[in-house]
C-alpha cells in the first residue's frame, strides 16, 4: 500500500511536466536516412551467430548443432536454461562450417556459430502460426515469446518474456512503448512505425495481456511528425491506448526519462521500471512480438540503420542476425576514405569498432561510419567548472566530480556521489567545454566500485 | 572503396559540442562589448587605452609564464585582463594597470595551477591587490564623473564621489542615471544598461545559471529596502539605489559567475548568489568601507568547495536523506 502512496505522490509532482530535466540536443542528421523505406538486403553468403546477444546467461549450442550440420531457416541451434536468456536461432538455412570465438560488437570475441548460407533460404518445417491467438493465456505468451529468443530491440537487448513476467505481487499498470529514437542518425525506429504501425498495436496488446495491464501509451519525439500522425490512426479505436508526443531531447528516450513524461512515474534510484507499475518495450520489439505470436516466427532479422557521411549509400535494411557488418557496407556502397570510426548503434551510445569484420546482432539497431569531419579527437584540457555536465545530467549527477574523483582512485567518494545511477547516456562528455572523457571516467568509477562490492 | 581500414576504438559518445573553453571566452568577450563601447561613451578615449594595456598585459604575463608564443590561446587571459580593466578607475596610473593585471594572471590564477585551478576570481584578486596597494588611485572621491561622448578632455583632472562613497550626495543622481550609467565609478561598473545586455547574450547561450545573479542582486535589493532607512527617497527606492550604484551588476553578472569559482550545483550556485549579497549588503551598511562586492565575492569563492560538498543534488529517483 505504501508503495502505491508514494507512486500517487510523483505523479502529482511530475504530472505538470513532460519534460525530464537536463538532457543534450546533438545534431540529428536522420534526414540521411528518414525518407528511406526499408529494404530487405540481398541474402548473406555466411551469418555468423554469436551465443551471447542478450542480458543473462550466455548460450550452448544444442547437442544436435555441430560442424557439419544442416540447418534451416528459424531453427534453434543454441539456448541456456537461466531464466534470463533467450534463445538464439539460425536466420538462413544451410551447414554450420564453424563454433568457436568471433568478433563481437562488445568488443572481445564471443563463442559463435557461423553458418553459410545455401542460398534456398528455406524455414524450418516446424515453424507455423498459431491456429488462434485469441485463446492464449499469458503463460503461452509469454512461453512463445521466449521461445521466439525475442530480447530488447532498443539495444538494451533484456531477454524481452522477462519482462512481461512481473514478480509475484506486483501490478503492472501501465505498458510504455518506445518510439521516441533519441540517437542522433538512426530511423530504424522511425521507419517501422510509418511502415508497421498496425503490428506495433497488436504487439502492445499482447504485451498488456500478458502483464494483465491497463494502459497502453506509445511516447514518440515530435521531430517525427509523420509517426505519430499514423501511430495516432493505429490507435485510434483503441480506448486503452495512446501516443504521447514528445519534446525532442537527448535522452528521451531513456527508459527512465520515458517513464517519467509518459506516466509521470519517477522509478526509484537503482530500481526497475515494474516498482512503480510500468514496464516498457522498444517499437521493434512490439514487432518481434507480433510476429511470433502471429506467424511463430523466431527473431532472425531485424531493421538496422546504416548511416553516416562515411557510407556511400545509406539505407534503412532489414537484415539477418549474423550478417557481417563488412558485408552490409559494401552493400551500401562502401565506406569513404576519410571513415574514422565504425560505430554499431548510435553516436551517443553505440560501440566503436576496430573494423567491419563483425556481426550484426539482435541489438544492432545502426550502423554508423563517422567521417574526420565527425569526430574530433581533441585533447582534453583543464576542467573550467562550467557544471554543464551537471546541468546535462538527466539523472542529476555531478560528473566532473565523479570524474576526478575516479582520476584520482577515489572510488569510495565516487560511488558517495552516485556514480553507479549514471546510465551511461554520454551527455556529459558531448557537452564539455574542456572535451573531458567524463563519461568513460565514470564508466572506469562504476566498474571499480563494483569490483569492491564482489 | 575501403574495407579493411582500422577504425578509431573510443568510448561513446562519439560525437562532441563544438563548443570549446575558447569558445566560451570569446562569448564572455563579446557579452562584454557593450559595457567596453559604453566605457568609451562614458569616460573617453583613456577609457579605451586602460582597456586595451590591462588586456595586452594579463595576455602576454599568461604567455610568459606557460611559455606559449599563441596569445590568445583559451581566451581565459583576455576575459581576466578586460574584467580587471571594467573594474578600475577610467584612468588610472599606467603601472597600476600593468601591475595590477599580471597581479590578476600570477597571483589569482597560475599560482594555483593555471585555468580551472583557481579558487578566487583572478580579476578581483587583481583589484584586491592594487586597491589595498594604492587606495588613493581607487578611492571613490576621485573618481571621474563621466562626460559623454567628450572624448579629448583629460578625464582625470575633474574629480566626482560615487554614490556610494558620499551617501550625501547620492541624491545627486538619479535611478536612470544609475541605471544608464552617466554616474562616476569604475569603467564597466555604471552602466546597468550596458550589463545587463551582455549579461542576457551570456544567459541565451547557457554559459551562466540565473540562479548566481538573481540571488546576489535579489538580496542586494532586499537588504537595502528593509535595512538602510530608505535614505534614497524610500525604501524600494533605496534597494534599487543599492542594485544599480557601484559594482552589483557588474559583480553579479560578471565576476560571481566566474565558472571556475563558483559552485557547480544548481541550489549551491543559488546560496552562492545571496551570499555575496549579504556579505556586500553587510559590508556596505554596516562596514566601514563603503563599498563590498569585491570582497563579498572573493569571500563565497573561498567557501564554494564548502557549498559543492553541502549541495550535491539528489539523483533522478533518490530518496530524500533523513537528517
Known amino acids: 500500500m505504501s508503495h502505491a502512496i508514494k507512486q500517487g505522490k510523483g505523479e502529482q509532482s511530475q504530472m505538470s511536466s513532460t519534460i525530464f530535466k537536463g538532457g543534450v540536443h546533438p545534431e540529428y542528421h536522420k534526414e540521411l536516412t528518414a525518407e528511406m523505406a526499408v529494404n530487405e538486403m540481398k541474402l548473406p553468403e555466411t551469418v555468423v551467430i554469436p551465443l551471447q546477444q542478450h542480458i543473462g546467461a550466455p548460450c550452448e549450442p544444442l547437442e544436435s548443432i555441430e560442424v557439419g550440420s544442416e540447418v534451416k531457416k528459424g531453427q534453434k541451434i543454441a539456448e541456456s536454461s537461466g531464466f534470463v536468456s533467450a534463445p538464439i536461432h539460425a536466420s538462413v538455412s544451410g551447414k554450420v562450417t564453424a563454433i568457436g570465438p568471433y568478433n563481437h560488437p562488445l568488443g572481445r570475441p564471443v563463442e559463435a556459430i557461423t553458418i553459410e548460407s545455401d542460398g534456398q533460404d528455406k524455414w524450418d518445417e516446424n515453424i507455423k502460426a498459431p491456429e488462434s491467438n485469441d485463446n492464449l493465456s499469458p503463460e503461452d505468451l509469454r512461453k512463445l515469446v521466449r521461445e521466439a529468443g525475442i530480447v530488447g530491440l532498443g539495444g538494451a537487448t533484456f531477454p524481452a518474456h522477462v519482462k512481461l513476467s512481473p514478480p509475484e505481487g506486483k501490478k503492472i499498470d501501465i505498458v510504455v512503448i518506445n518510439g521516441a529514437e533519441c540517437e542522433p542518425y538512426l530511423t530504424a525506429d522511425y521507419r517501422v512505425m510509418l511502415e508497421q504501425a498496425e503490428k506495433i498495436v497488436f504487439g502492445l496488446k499482447i504485451m498488456i495481456k500478458a502483464l494483465g495491464a491497463e494502459k497502453g501509451v506509445i511516447g514518440i519525439e515530435d521531430n517525427k511528425a509523420e509517426a505519430i500522425k499514423l501511430m495516432e490512426e493505429a490507435v485510434a479505436e483503441e480506448d486503452s491506448l495512446s501516443v504521447e508526443k514528445l519534446h525532442t531531447k537527448y535522452p528521451q528516450g531513456a527508459e527512465k526519462m520515458l517513464i517519467q513524461v509518459t506516466t509521470g512515474r519517477v522509478v526509484p534510484a537503482g530500481g526497475l521500471p515494474l516498482e512503480v507499475g510500468v514496464v516498457n518495450h522498444n517499437v521493434g520489439t512490439a514487432i518481434a512480438i507480433t510476429d511470433a505470436v502471429r506467424e511463430g516466427k523466431p527473431l532472425i532479422e531485424r531493421v538496422v540503420t546504416v548511416t553516416g557521411a562515411g557510407i556511400n549509400n545509406p539505407a534503412n535494411l532489414l537484415l539477418r542476425v549474423g550478417t557481417l557488418v563488412s558485408e552490409v557496407v559494401e552493400h551500401c556502397g562502401g565506406l569513404k576514405e576519410n571513415t574514422q570510426k565504425l560505430i554499431i548503434g548510435g553516436p551517443m551510445m553505440g560501440l566503436a569498432q576496430p573494423s567491419t569484420d563483425v556481426p550484426v546482432i539482435k541489438g544492432t539497431s545502426g550502423i554508423l561510419a563517422l567521417t574526420d569531419q565527425d569526430v574530433h579527437l581533441a585533447e582534453s584540457s583543464p576542467c573550467i567548472r562550467c557544471a554543464k555536465c551537471v546541468d546535462a545530467c538527466p539523472v542529476q549527477l555531478m560528473p566532473t566530480s565523479i570524474a576526478q574523483a575516479a582520476e584520482h582512485d577515489k572510488f569510495d567518494k565516487a560511488e558517495k556521489l552516485h556514480a553507479q545511477d549514471c546510465f551511461e547516456c554520454g551527455c556529459c562528455a558531448y557537452v564539455c567545454p574542456s572535451k573531458i572523457p567524463l563519461t568513460q571516467w565514470i564508466r572506469i568509477a562504476k566498474a571499480e566500485i563494483a569490483k569492491a562490492k564482489k | ?323
Not at chain 2, 28 to 53: C, D, E, K, N, R
Not at chain 2, 106 to 128: D, E, M, T, W
Not at chain 2, 136 to 155: E, K, R, Y
Request: charge should be neutral.
Open chain 2, 1 to 323: 572503396m575501403v574495407m579493411d581500414k582500422k577504425m578509431i576504438v573510443s568510448s561513446s559518445p562519439h560525437i562532441r559540442t563544438i563548443e570549446s573553453v575558447q569558445s566560451v571566452m570569446t562569448d564572455v568577450l563579446i557579452a562584454l562589448f557593450p559595457v567596453s563601447l559604453m566605457a568609451v561613451l562614458l569616460f573617453g578615449y583613456q577609457a579605451l587605452i586602460t582597456m586595451a594595456l590591462s588586456v595586452v598585459t594579463a595576455m602576454v604575463v599568461e604567455a610568459l609564464w606557460l611559455r606559449k608564443r599563441d596569445l590568445y590561446s583559451d581566451g581565459s587571459a583576455a576575459v581576466t585582463g578586460l574584467l580587471f580593466a571594467l573594474v578600475l578607475p577610467p584612468a588610472p596610473p599606467w603601472w597600476l594597470i600593468v601591475f595590477g593585471s599580471a597581479s590578476a594572471i600570477i597571483i589569482g590564477k597560475q599560482v594555483f595551477g593555471g585555468i580551472g585551478y583557481n579558487i578566487f576570481n583572478p580579476a578581483l584578486v587583481g583589484r584586491a591587490v592594487v586597491l589595498v596597494s594604492w587606495g588613493g588611485h581607487m578611492a571613490g572621491n576621485i573618481w571621474s564623473p563621466p562626460q559623454p561622448f567628450a572624448f579629448g578632455t583629460d578625464v582625470s583632472a575633474v574629480t566626482g564621489a560615487t554614490a556610494l562613497a558620499e551617501p550625501s550626495e547620492a541624491m545627486n543622481y538619479s535611478l536612470t542615471q544609475l541605471f544608464i550609467g552617466t554616474v562616476p565609478g569604475s569603467l564597466g561598473e555604471t552602466s546597468a544598461l550596458a550589463l545587463l545586455i551582455g549579461g542576457l547574450w551570456l544567459l541565451y547561450r547557457g554559459h551562466i545559471d540565473w540562479r548566481i545573479p538573481v540571488g546576489f542582486i535579489g538580496t542586494v535589493f532586499v537588504m537595502g529596502a528593509l535595512f538602510d532607512g530608505g535614505f534614497y527617497s524610500t525604501h524600494l527606492a533605496t534597494g534599487l539605489f543599492h542594485v544599480l550604484a557601484g559594482g552589483v551588476m557588474i559583480g553579479a553578472l560578471y565576476m560571481a559567475t566566474d565558472m571556475v569559482s563558483s559552485p557547480v550545483t544548481p541550489r549551491g550556485r543559488l546560496i552562492f548568489g545571496i551570499g555575496c549579497g549579504l556579505i556586500t549588503m553587510l559590508i556596505r551598511i554596516w562596514g566601514v568601507l563603503p563599498e563590498g562586492v569585491t570582497y563579498a565575492i572573493l569571500l563565497m569563492n573561498a567557501v564554494t568547495p564548502i557549498i559543492d560538498n553541502f549541495t550535491v543534488p539528489r539523483q533522478f529517483g533518490g530518496v530524500k536523506k533523513s537528517a
